[in-house]
């Protein structure tokens, strides 16, 4: 006896930017570099970077914003809020055993929002970071968060970093 059987099926994605329950644009920082070791462990809940910025006068942190989660560009200007988030950092240094400076306000220049364009996946954004007044010794950091979109999700793992910078 012999049995075949045929079928039309009407597949829909179950993951990715055009499946059903997709929240659709997600918007987060970008890697400035490698994720420090033990940095996302289950304790650990932020990405940390640690990065080394030449001594002088001003240093540039350059980190990306990106738009993703779509498979494609924005489809108009997203307006993203950008922030520094001390608690976090406080919280981090508990979590990870870590003894991180915030880096003073009066060291850096941060801009409050930066758009990324329609068209676009992304935009970079340079933190000019005063490297002079480092004390030998002091790791500092910077905990960058997203404060808001006015378009798409703030991601849950990359919408606050911990960079750590030290100089050289």
């Keep these: 006896m012999v049995v075949t059987l045929s079928s039309c099926l009407k597949s829909k994605d179950l993951i990715g930017p055009d499946a059903p329950n997709s929240i659709g644009a ?3 920082f970008d890697n400035p570099d490698y994720i420090a070791s033990g940095s996302l462990t289950a ?8 990065l080394t ?3 002088g006068t001003a240093s540039p942190l350059k980190i990306r914003v990106n738009y993703v989660g779509t498979g494609k560009p924005a489809t108009s200007d997203v307006t993203v809020g950008l922030g520094v988030d001390a608690a976090a950092l406080t919280l981090h240094n508990t979590q990870a055993s870590r003894t991180y400076t915030l880096l003073p306000a009066a060291w850096y220049v941060m801009p409050a929002s930066v758009v990324i364009p329609a068209g676009q996946a992304g935009v970079d954004i340079t933190i000019p970071i005063n490297t002079n007044n480092y004390v ?6 910077i905990p960058l968060k997203i404060t808001s979109t006015s378009q798409g999700t703030i991601s849950g793992n990359f919408g606050a970093i911990i960079v750590a910078v030290a100089a050289q």
């Design 26 to 28: 997600i918007i987060e």
């Design 43 to 50: 304790s650990v809940k932020l990405a940390r970077y640690q």
């Design 53 to 55: 910025l030449p001594k």
């Design 136 to 141: 030998t010794g002091q790791t500092y950091a």
